[in-house]
């Protein structure tokens, strides 16, 4: 199970981190990702990360101003958000692989993610 908080409401330009804690499987061994769906959008990828923080990789859309991190030990992933814009209002998901072993390649498509966390809303006002 994902359990995905921190979300809220913060002005443009502010900051937020979400948290996705993780229960009842290794999930240290798997590549994690954040996705976020605006209302009446698709899902659309965020950001990923492999088991051991060796790689990650970014949608161009928050490059540079979102980081994506994780503690094993707490079973715990992170979405450091920072400068923070209206577009990025959303409901973000955390998402776990399952199929892949200690992959040395973040996922970045839907379909390589097989456990999701229920949605944190996170609106940025302007």
């Known amino acids: 199970q994902l359990q995905a908080s921190g979300g809220g409401l913060v002005q443009a330009g502010g900051s937020l981190r979400l948290s996705c804690a993780a229960s009842g499987r290794t999930f240290s061994r798997y590549a994690m990702g954040w996705f976020r769906q605006a209302p009446g959008k698709e899902r659309d990828f965020v950001a990923a990360i492999t088991w051991n923080s060796g790689s990650t990789t970014y949608a161009d859309s928050v490059k540079g101003r979102f980081t994506i991190s994780r503690d094993n030990a707490r079973n715990t992933v992170y979405l450091q958000m920072n400068s923070l814009k209206p577009e990025d209002t959303a409901a973000y998901y955390c998402?776990?692989?399952?199929?892949?072993?200690?992959?040395?390649?973040?996922?970045?498509?839907?379909?390589?993610?097989?456990?999701w966390g229920q949605g944190t809303l996170v609106t940025v006002s302007s």
């Open positions: 998402a776990s692989n399952s199929r892949v072993e200690f992959s040395r390649d973040p996922f970045y498509q839907i379909r390589d993610y097989d456990y």
